[in-house]
């Protein structure tokens, strides 16, 4: 894994959508995974979100993460023009709060997938990513493991710290 190559794109529709999607760069980072962010809207900048998937493989990028809010057709537009794995995270935004760009990203066309998270899973869309990487860097798959084993040791700490809580002597 060349450090100065990006495997994974991640794309956004707004820079208001940046709080959410800089959580899928943390876990690709905290992995070891180059990857690049950029704004590029389905509507707002169609023909940059065509160019870049379609040059996406050339470049060396091997995953895509669009996330969009509302009317959130960046996933879809995106994995209209490559053959690249793409994964959609619906954002929430406006009035339906992720629920509309739940449905706008999930509800593909047979032949044309994104796999879509849930309504601002950024940080699963970062997993998933480098776990897609995994079957051709096997470097990763150690990686993958120590950071479940850590979140597993993190949770039996903090269940054991609610049984001592919860264990105290009751003085109404
Ligand atoms: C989508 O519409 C963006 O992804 C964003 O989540 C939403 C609203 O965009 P802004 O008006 O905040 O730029 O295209």
Sequence with gaps: ???????????????????????A????????????????????MPELTASYA???????????????????????AVAAQTTLPVIGVPISSGELKGVDALYSTVQMPAGIPVATVAINGAKNAGFLAAQILSIKYPELINRLDSQRKEAKENLLKKSEQLCIGSCKPHNP
């Design 54 to 76: 379609k040059s996406a493989r050339e470049r060396g990028i091997e995953v895509i993460i669009a996330g969009a809010g509302m009317a959130a057709h960046l996933a879809g």
């Design 25 to 44: 760069m943390d876990v690709l980072c905290m992995l070891g995974i180059p990857c690049e962010m950029k704004i590029s809207s389905a509507h707002r």
């Design 1 to 23: 894994m060349d450090k100065n190559t990006p495997l994974v794109g991640i794309l956004m529709g707004s820079e208001n959508d940046l709080s959410v999607m800089e959580k």
